[in-house]
């Protein structure tokens, strides 16, 4: 494990966990090094507001080895899967009419929930995770994990945090009663089948009442998660403030993680794609304070991460771009590449 740490009040002694760089790409400090004040010192001339470091009982040979992939929570993947066979395990006692138990869906939040408040960019980790064949069962254990990293990002406490992420993993749960044909139908939807899947927020409030969860609010979000600011939205076409809080994280989550999702009759959107799609989606549609926060996290490009380019190459960020944070300054083998000025060339994803 790592965490991220402000250089401001970072104890000397602690373990970087990734090579850091100066401008011109020689390596300032590498990866390992016990931090003393004049590698704090010299970070802090160059502009570095925080690194990551190792958490100290988990520095050992092994860590040390690993390349970038390793700042992330390693338990995440297998906590991932069993949290998506839970929500299996779920759908189908509600497809075959039984219900489903408050401490089942608790059960399943708790898997993930600390892994993911401690994971710096969950998404790109979701990206790698998922995959088309189980898009539902995927997109609702991961709609939960981004809701809660939003939720996290505007400083809901743990009770919030936990049952937002509930709201978020139960989101689609009506699905389950409508006939996979249509679900899982690999193509555009005629009339009656897409009025067929509008149900589908109100059937999720009935199951959900029936669960007898402790707050009210993962009920309304299940109804209203496919309202729009601009009352557009289904079922009930509120607007704006009317729509439940939890409901309009929960929004941003379910489309972004639509559009990113490789689905059986198209391939998932390139990252900076769907962030346009967002941000026009905030004019009208999603929130706008839920969307920046998605977007300001999801964006977030760290100095030494590997980025795939439009042009195919795989390249190291080398300067992050505070203005428009999709847009650093890379390096591709000894050359570099400023994305600000070379408005043609765009990071298509992260390096896997
Ligand atoms: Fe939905
Ligand atoms: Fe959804």
Not at 122 to 149: A, C, M, P, W
Request: net charge negative; proline share 3%.
């Amino acid at each position: 494990m790592f965490i991220r740490a402000d250089i401001s009040g970072l104890p000397l002694g602690r373990r970087l966990a990734q090579d850091l760089y100066a401008f011109d790409g020689h390596l300032l400090v590498a990866k390992g090094i016990v931090l003393q004040e004049s590698h704090l010192q010299q970070l802090r001339q160059r502009g570095y507001e925080y690194v990551y470091i190792q958490e100290e009982d988990e520095v050992n040979e092994n860590s040390l080895n690993q390349g970038i992939d390793y700042l992330i929570d390693k338990q995440l993947p297998k906590v991932f899967s069993i949290s998506v066979e839970s929500m299996r395990h779920m759908m189908a006692r509600v497809s075959s009419g039984h219900m489903i138990k408050a401490v089942e869906v608790e059960e399943c939040i708790d898997l993930v929930y600390d892994h993911v408040l401690r994971t710096y960019n969950v998404f790109k980790y979701l990206q790698n995770l998922r995959n088309k064949d189980e898009y539902t069962l995927q997109h609702s254990v991961s709609v939960g994990i981004l809701s809660i990293k939003i939720g996290q990002s505007l400083g809901l406490d743990t009770d919030k945090l936990r049952n937002l992420g509930i709201a978020g993993l139960l989101h689609d749960i009506g699905k389950s009663m409508i006939s996979p044909d249509i679900i899982n139908k690999p193509g555009p939807l005629d009339e009656n089948e897409f009025k067929e899947i509008q149900k589908h927020p109100v059937y999720g409030y009935r199951i959900v009442n029936g669960i007898k969860l402790q707050d009210y609010d993962i009920a309304q979000a299940v109804l209203q998660h496919h309202e729009h600011q601009d009352g557009n939205g289904y079922p009930l076409g509120v607007q704006g403030d009317k729509i439940n809080d939890f409901a309009r994280i929960i929004a941003v989550a379910d489309v972004f993680d639509a559009l990113t999702s490789d689905r059986a009759y198209r391939p998932r959107m390139p990252l900076l794609q769907a962030v346009d799609i967002i941000i026009k989606s905030s004019c009208g549609q999603l929130d706008p304070l839920a969307s920046r926060r998605l977007l300001s996290y999801v964006l977030d490009i760290t100095t030494g991460e590997k980025v795939i380019l439009s042009t195919g190459e795989e390249a190291t960020v080398m300067l992050k771009n505070e203005v428009e944070p999709a847009r650093p300054l890379v390096r591709i083998g000894d050359n570099f590449l400023d994305l600000k000025t070379n408005r043609d060339v765009f990071i298509k994803d992260f390096a896997r």
